[in-house]
């Protein structure tokens, strides 16, 4: 399985060539969506134009989603139903290792063009914000930081993750009205991470539901200048 295409943007002086970008950040964006999503929010984040940055949007490959009646949608994995208490438990571990690998190779293609690990962000809206966080803990090496947004995580004990060299700086935001993703779920996955992994997390909410607004995207731009330093 390959990744579909992917949307790219820049920000800096200038466009430099490929091999002249200094950081990137790798966003995944939700169920059933596109690569192209979130790209109008990235003047909001109000990046140090100062440096040089390449954003890569993936697009996640369509698959059978059981929870809609098996209806094929981008997915970076299968939801088998909408009670997220349950699916924290019963998550499609597979499609989730599978995404993960994928994503890791996105990450060695970014260090062969001459990004350093430590001056990559990866991370995604919802769906895409767990398979964000998940890559981030499964990397072996040493990344400059990972961001959830309104999203879960599973039972981390069904993967054989090795800790990382370093848990990587984590920025998470939810809505406090969220109708899709529970807040309660991103509280809960933001004590799993700072309990059982001594995450260094910046966590934000907002009066607003499964969405991302303009204060939360300047919030995470502020954060990400400062993880790229």
């Given at each position: 399985?390959?990744?579909?295409?992917?949307?790219?943007?820049?920000?800096?002086?200038?466009?430099?060539?490929?091999?002249?970008?200094?950081?990137?950040?790798?966003?995944?964006?939700?169920?059933?969506?596109?690569?192209?999503?979130?790209?109008?929010?990235?003047?909001?984040?109000?990046?140090?134009?100062?440096?040089?940055?390449?954003?890569?949007?993936?697009?996640?490959?369509?698959?059978?989603?059981?929870?809609?009646?098996?209806?094929?949608?981008?997915?970076?994995?299968?939801?088998?139903?909408?009670?997220?208490?349950?699916?924290?438990?019963?998550?499609?571990?597979?499609?989730?290792?599978?995404?993960?690998?994928?994503?890791?190779?996105?990450?060695?293609?970014?260090?062969?063009?001459?990004?350093?690990?430590?001056?990559?962000?990866?991370?995604?809206?919802?769906?895409?914000?767990?398979?964000?966080?998940?890559?981030?803990?499964?990397?072996?090496?040493?990344?400059?930081?990972?961001?959830?947004?309104?999203?879960?995580?599973?039972?981390?004990?069904?993967?054989?993750?090795?800790?990382?060299?370093?848990?990587?700086?984590?920025?998470?935001?939810?809505g406090q009205r969220d109708n899709l993703v529970p807040y309660s779920r991103g509280e809960a996955a933001k004590q799993q991470l700072a309990l059982e992994w001594g995450a260094n997390i910046e966590w934000h909410s907002y009066a607003i539901e499964?969405?991302?607004?303009?204060?939360?995207?300047?919030?995470?731009?502020?954060?990400?200048?400062?993880?790229?330093?």
């Amino acid at each position: 399985m390959h990744l579909l295409e992917t949307g790219h943007y820049y920000s800096g002086p200038k466009l430099p060539s490929q091999e002249a970008f200094q950081y990137c950040v790798i966003w995944l964006h939700g169920l059933g969506a596109s690569h192209g999503d979130f790209i109008d929010l990235m003047p909001y984040l109000k990046l140090d134009r100062s440096k040089s940055i390449h954003f890569i949007f993936p697009q996640a490959p369509d698959r059978a989603i059981t929870a809609n009646n098996h209806m094929r949608m981008p997915a970076w994995y299968d939801i088998g139903g909408w009670d997220f208490e349950t699916n924290a438990r019963d998550a499609d571990i597979e499609g989730m290792q599978i995404s993960i690998k994928q994503i890791h190779q996105l990450i060695a293609q970014q260090i062969e063009k001459g990004i350093a690990p430590e001056q990559i962000i990866i991370g995604g809206f919802s769906q895409g914000g767990v398979i964000g966080l998940l890559s981030a803990l499964a990397y072996p090496g040493v990344l400059a930081g990972a961001f959830g947004l309104s999203c879960y995580l599973p039972d981390l004990s069904a993967f054989n993750f090795s800790r990382p060299l370093k848990t990587p700086n984590i920025f998470m935001a939810h809505g406090q009205r969220d109708n899709l993703v529970p807040y309660s779920r991103g509280e809960a996955a933001k004590q799993q991470l700072a309990l059982e992994w001594g995450a260094n997390i910046e966590w934000h909410s907002y009066a607003i539901e499964h969405t991302i607004n303009l204060e939360e995207s300047k919030t995470l731009g502020h954060w990400m200048n400062r993880q790229f330093k």
